[in-house]
């Protein structure tokens, strides 16, 4: 009798500090669940990252058209509800010659948006990759012009550039130069222009010499210095490493050029320079940026860039 008394005694004795141990644990597991919720939360409002290949000719002009879309997208947020945030995305641009950044992403390179300084390399890429993004098409954002820049040389004289004018700049005046005549050495012009293997403005520079019948008597005296792309290219000749250069028209506005350093080459005397975009990932703000690019918003900011208009909506 006295074994089943302390059993029976004991028993609710039990029940009852299990009882008091459950609404801890409960609210220990609550807790948790609501730091989980919390973190799941913030996660989710972080913003994203969106990953553009930008070719070089871009660096001036490509930070300016961010700026207005993030802030387009901010105030698009405050009229949103509070209920569905939308965090502003995180833009990351990586520069480079077209080629250069095409063959990068066909090695694997996690970009969501390129922008080519033609029309070849997305047009490639979506005959390549049909798979990646189906409903991805190359789409125009901008027209780029080309220049003849000099950073020690006066231009003011030239009023246009043919083969007349190309022919003195480059070959006659530097041959009759004093210092030439005195020590009989011929003083040879150095001329950058991008790698037209790799950057479409070098592929035009060097069509606009050959057009003009200069290119092969430049190439054999070896006044043509490649650069890697048209912002090396710009580099040259603005810090007289070489005399002139064939740079694109934004890159000396953007680092406002005196007008007497450079002239503006006829359109009509090279390939036209149509700067094609593509999406290469299946992230949503990589289509929303590029309909972006192509609004009358952005295209009247690549037209104060030194851009020629390309069709907006």
Do not use: W
Request: net charge neutral; proline share 6%.
């Amino acid at each position: 009798m006295n074994a089943t008394f302390k059993l029976t005694t004991a028993l609710p004795l039990c029940l009852l500090l299990a009882s008091c141990s459950n609404p801890s644990q409960s609210s220990q597991s609550s807790s948790t669940s609501e730091n989980n919720a919390a973190t799941t939360s913030q996660a989710s409002t972080q913003a994203p990252v969106l990953r553009v290949a930008a070719a070089a000719n871009l660096a001036t002009v490509l930070p300016i058209v961010i700026d207005a879309y993030q802030s387009t997208h901010n105030q698009a947020q405050d009229n949103a509800s509070k209920d569905k945030p939308n965090p502003n995305p995180k833009i990351e641009v990586t520069y480079a010659s077209s080629g250069k950044l095409f063959a990068q992403i066909n090695s694997g390179a996690p970009y969501d948006l390129f922008l080519s300084a033609d029309q070849d390399f997305p047009a490639k890429y979506a005959m390549q990759h049909p798979l990646n993004n189906p409903a991805a098409k190359p789409f125009t954002y901008a027209r780029g012009q080309l220049a003849l820049y000099s950073s020690n040389h006066d231009l003011s004289a030239v009023k246009t550039l043919d083969k007349a004018s190309l022919q003195r700049l480059f070959i006659t005046e530097p041959i009759n130069s004093i210092g030439a005549i005195k020590s009989h050495i011929k003083t040879d012009i150095k001329i950058s222009l991008a790698n037209p293997e790799l950057a479409p403005y070098g592929a035009s520079a060097k069509a606009f010499l050959q057009q003009q019948g200069v290119y092969d008597s430049l190439s054999d005296h070896k006044q043509l210095i490649q650069a890697e792309n048209i912002g090396q290219a710009f580099q040259y000749a603005h810090t007289a490493t070489t005399d002139y250069g064939f740079v694109a028209l934004s890159q000396l506005i953007s680092a406002q050029v005196q007008p007497s350093k450079y002239r503006i080459l006829d359109t009509k005397s090279y390939p036209a320079i149509l700067q094609d975009g593509i999406v290469v990932s299946d992230n949503p703000q990589a289509t929303d940026f590029s309909q972006y690019l192509q609004s009358k918003t952005a295209q009247n900011l690549f037209a104060k860039a030194g851009y020629l208009p390309v069709n907006s909506h």
